[in-house]
């Protein structure tokens, strides 16, 4: 695991599009594995500059996101499709066909779950996978659990995840209870992943993720155990973990 220092949420920003468009520029045709939130927003925009700018072309990527709401259409508001384009797919050269999201509103979740999985396995797996990284130490949306899951599934999501997430909805009472994710095998399964976490509240699962022991109570924890892994943090992630 390699971390790298950055001084705040727009140097982790740049940090993070950096080596995301160095993928792009070395592998113009690569695979892409994708996250939500508010972490990734900034290195989006700083693509979507440097795409403007005629420095990063992203017509031959194809992209899979981890993760989506159950219940959520493609064109709900709340929903990690409409995050997806209106964040990222619609400001660059990306062909939508080649861009996929969990399908939060599909009526056969398990045969969607596998054919997602088919899909990522017959690609390639993603040459690079971007992650965020929940308070609580989740990836994507696999949670704290006993175990460490392997392809796409529904999960419940815990308390402590939709509290956090609320602050993107109305009120709590609206973020929904589930999501698909990308299991914890799959994300194993990309190239190289590449981590980004800002501000203090993530703190604490940064330490657990980088320096603690590698147990599905923290399923960042076994991204340890991945040959190219990168973690791009600032000063505040980075404050509960050794200097050097
Ligand atoms: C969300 C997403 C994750 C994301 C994480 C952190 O629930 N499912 O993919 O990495 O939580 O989110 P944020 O970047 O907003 O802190």
């Not at 403007?52 to 990690?80: A, H, I, M, R």
């Not at 980004?196 to 604490?204: H, P, V, W």
Request: hydrophobic share 35%; aromatic share 8%.
């Amino acid at each position: 695991m390699k971390i790298v220092r950055a001084k705040d949420y727009q140097d982790m920003s740049r940090k993070a599009a950096n080596i995301i468009s160095a993928q792009v520029i070395l592998k113009p045709e690569c695979i892409l594995g994708l996250a939500t939130g508010s972490t990734p927003m900034g290195a989006y925009q700083q693509l979507i500059k440097w795409y403007e700018k005629g420095d990063v072309d992203f017509s031959q990527v194809s992209t899979f996101n981890l993760d989506e709401y159950v219940g959520l259409s493609d064109d709900d508001p709340q929903s990690y499709h409409y995050f997806m384009r209106k964040n990222f797919f619609d400001h660059v050269n990306i062909d939508l066909a080649k861009t996929h999201v969990p399908d939060g509103a599909t009526k056969d979740p398990e045969s969607f779950c596998k054919n997602y999985d088919r899909m990522i396995a017959e690609a390639g797996y993603p040459d690079l996978q971007l992650l965020g990284i929940g308070n609580n130490g989740h990836i994507g949306f696999n949670e704290p659990d006993d175990h460490f899951s392997a392809g796409t599934h529904c999960v419940d999501l815990t308390e402590s995840t939709i509290q956090a997430n609320s602050r993107l909805f109305e009120k709590e009472e609206d973020v929904p209870r589930q999501a698909y994710t990308m299991g914890v095998q799959t994300i194993m399964y990309a190239h190289m992943i590449l981590v980004a976490a800002n501000g203090e509240k993530k703190a604490q699962a940064v330490r657990d993720m980088c320096f603690g022991p590698v147990t599905p109570s923290c399923p960042a924890s076994i991204l340890q155990l991945h040959t190219n892994c990168v973690v791009v943090a600032d000063e505040a992630a980075l404050s509960l973990c050794p200097a050097e």
